[in-house]
């Protein structure tokens, strides 16, 4: 009679338990559910809204700053810089830029980089642009 007593005493505490780790479980195999169907299997994150650049990328650079004339950029630790034209898909300007350079690229002067004009302006209206650290 002891017997049955003990292990009747021991289901609610195994109930208790094993609920939490039945949880647990449940929970951590959720993750890898996913919707097998969905034609986009690159697992590339792709931004809704945002505008491709006209450029392609290159694979030994950094991109600093984009947007339209006015741009600059103080480049701390300097190196070959080069500027893209991203409504022609063109690069503009490349130069090396000294420690702590600024880059300015203004549609009246151009392309500064550290005070000095690399490509004379003016620039074409409305167009936008990109600057590139690159780490050839």
């Known amino acids: ?11 609610p505490f195994a109930a208790r338990s094993i609920a ?42 950094t991109k600093l700053a984009a947007g339209p004339a006015t741009l600059n950029y103080l480049v701390g630790p300097g190196g070959p810089i080069h500027v893209i034209d991203l409504t022609t898909g063109k690069t503009i300007a490349t130069a090396v830029a000294p ?12 392309v500064i980089v550290a005070n000095k004009v690399v490509k004379a302006g003016p620039l074409p209206a409305g167009h936008r642009y990109e600057i590139w650290l690159d780490h050839k």
């Open 20 to 61: 939490p780790l039945l949880a647990l479980a449940l929970t951590a195999a959720l993750p890898g559910c996913r919707n097998k169907n969905n034609s986009d299997t690159t697992g590339v994150s792709r931004s809704v809204g945002a505008a491709p650049s006209a450029a392609p990328l290159p694979t030994d650079s």
């Open 99 to 110: 420690v702590q350079a600024v880059i300015v690229v203004d549609q009246t002067k151009g």
């Open 1 to 11: 009679m002891n017997k049955s007593k003990s292990q009747s005493g021991r289901a």
